[in-house]
């Protein structure tokens, strides 16, 4: 494979309105005010006085879903009022947050609106291809909503129970994560050899996409073009899958089940579409497909397990540990290393960007360029470096931003723990049951992937060619005059060290 | 001690934590009212730790029954305070109870759900009311009572059985599980013997009748 250096495509920032359709609500007939939730929030989104039923700024949040995580009151079955009338606000709760009817868990004040009862309508018309496609993360979490231990590794049977539920494809984002580590490697090595913008972002996490529109809108281009893994997956299956196998893109029902609340906004964006179709038509949570499998009477834990489907769904050890802090750094790494030196990268576990600290940097060097790279989680630590950039005082080359504390394993839609005590701990058996994942696959490396190296060879011919740039690429929106919106100017804490 | 009033065959093995298990004159939850922000966070707490029988793990999809605590964060004005038995010394609610189902262990005052006949006596008994009535799940289904059946529907109506707090003394050691959970320190278990204050005020409080 060839990597080219031509056409550099810079993203355009037209202003728009915002989203009209809020994901993340507050029940103001529940909420206590204990303001927990805006503990977490990054952004300071949350506003109310304590004691008080708060409220969700629409215009500020990112839909990280933190909130959710944390809130702990729920609705108490028998709060003054005969069991009847319980159960019948329990229904009305129920339907406002498109939650499923025979759900027997506790409902809590801070929720988002859920997708489960579209999928499961649309899975019953007649003359659809099924395709649903999973994130990194939700492999090592969905055990946990029956009841195993933390982190349990299930890619088997989670392919095993979306075939059970109907679905003719279960293709992986895992795969849409190689392909993004080609086209994102590509264009790192082109802006570090042709001048910028420097430094370069990530663009997978849509909450920190949604974030550096809302508080950063004059670095837009700093971020990568690139459409995320769920995304570019999205646009494959219409278009590279749909001839192989030999549906009509039009027919085609695409799902997919990710970690993250903000990613239903993100397939609802206007821009993610190729020729006219939706990349990704519907999303769901870590927990709604725990809701669905559960409603469906399968047996989750004693399915067998089963394999992802050929092309579309084979994906590398770097693919994989997209899913926690660090890893789209590691896995790029992996790569535009061997891109850039024609060597064999030395050791490809790469310790330094592996930590839990809130900003890690580090300089790799790579061939002649001592590359230098950063990786933050948590959007309340982007602010400090981001300033910097602003200030033209930043001289990272690679920056890799994830907006939940720990990475997608920690994202909104996962399993929700109801003791806090239990949330490092588990954030920790995720994190490294990924990279046991990771060890344990034959290919770890993006570019090696042979299901990859076909579908440059015989579709998208070369990282950052004309029909990438025009199925995997994306522009992003200017949503608001930037940081001087913010209310509260709350310092970002920066705890990172140098490597070198 | 001499709190055992009736010669109950179960072991008493259900006393964890070990500074529970030398003779205390009572030991209990106590709240710094003016700092509970009213998040529940004890609550849900308690019944994460209180419904093992039902397969409940850590994550809230695992909870397949109603959330039924042992300690209640009430709201009064612009206060919150959580509110759980006291562990009272002389317990009303065991004098109350017909069928001696409610019976002291070192101090922990505790009712034993299978001997309770639902007849709520403790729940008016209770000076705080920190005692509810509640049905009784196993494996996460609803427990019957056969001798009380509903002769229309040709089915046994479930059985209920009073609950309160229980220090945790199935936990095995450690902080009771609200303790552990608040975020803001909000409560402490206090041991009356290692805690003298309360022994002297209730000569001043409570004078004897
Ligand atoms: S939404 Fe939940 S966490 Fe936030 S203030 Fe209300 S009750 Fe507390
Ligand atoms: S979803 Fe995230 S950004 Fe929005 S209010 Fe909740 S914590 Fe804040
Ligand atoms: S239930 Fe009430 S009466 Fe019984 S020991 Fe506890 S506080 Fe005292
Ligand atoms: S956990 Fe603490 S702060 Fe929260 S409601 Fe309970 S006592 Fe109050």
Known sequence: MSITTNNASSAPCMETTDYTNPIIHIDPSMCTGCRRCAGVCPVDAIEGQPGEPQTVNADRCVICGQCVQICSVYASDWAGSSPQEAASRRQERLRERDMPADIGEPLFAAYYSGSLNKVTDMMTKPGQFRIVQCAPAIRVSIAEEFGMPFGTLTPGKMAAALRRLGFDRVYDTNFGADVTIMEEGTELIRRVTEGGPLPMFTSCCPAWVRFAEIEYPDLLDHLSSCKSPMQMLGSLVKTYGAQLDEVEPANIYSVAIMPCTCKQFECDRPEMESDGYRDVDEVLTTRELAYWIKKSGIDFMNLPDEEFDSPLGRYSGAGSIFGVTGGVMEAAIRTGYELLTNEKLPKLQLDFVRGEEGIRVAEVQVGELELKVAVVAGLQHAYGLLDRVQAGECDYHFIEVMGCPAGCISGGGQPKLMLEKHRIEAYRARKSSIYGHDAGLQVRKSHENPHIIKLYDEFLGEPLGHVSHHLLHTTFQKRGPGKQSRSCDAPAKETGSSIH | ?209
């Not at chain 2, 008493?12 to 003779?23: I, K, L, Q």
């Not at chain 2, 040709?154 to 059985?161: D, F, I, V």
């Open chain 2, 1 to 209: 001690m001499s709190g055992t009033r009736n010669a109950l065959s179960r072991p008493m093995s259900r006393m964890g934590a070990a500074d529970r298990t030398s003779a205390v004159a009572s030991s209990f939850v106590v709240a710094d009212a003016g700092h509970c922000i009213g998040c529940k966070a004890c609550e849900l707490a308690c019944f994460a730790v209180h419904s093992q029988t039902n397969g409940i793990g850590a994550s809230v999809g695992t909870v397949s029954v109603p959330v039924v605590p042992k300690v209640y964060v009430v709201r009064a004005g612009d206060t919150y305070v959580p509110v759980q038995c006291r562990h009272c010394e002389n317990a009303p609610c065991a004098h109350a109870c017909p069928v001696q189902a409610i019976r002291q262990e070192n101090g922990v005052v505790m009712i034993d759900e299978e001997l309770c006949i639902s007849c709520t006596s403790c729940v008016l008994a209770c000076p705080f009311g920190a005692i509810e009535v509640s049905t009784v799940y196993r494996e996460g289904r609803v427990m019957t009572q056969p001798g009380l059946t509903d002769r229309a529907a040709h089915k046994a109506l479930p059985r209920t059985a009073a609950g309160k707090c229980d220090l945790c003394a199935d936990t095995n050691g450690g902080q009771p599980a609200c303790v552990e959970a608040c975020p803001n320190d909000v409560l402490r278990l206090a041991i009356v013997e290692s805690d003298p204050l309360p022994e002297r005020r209730r000569e001043v409080f409570f004078p004897r009748l």
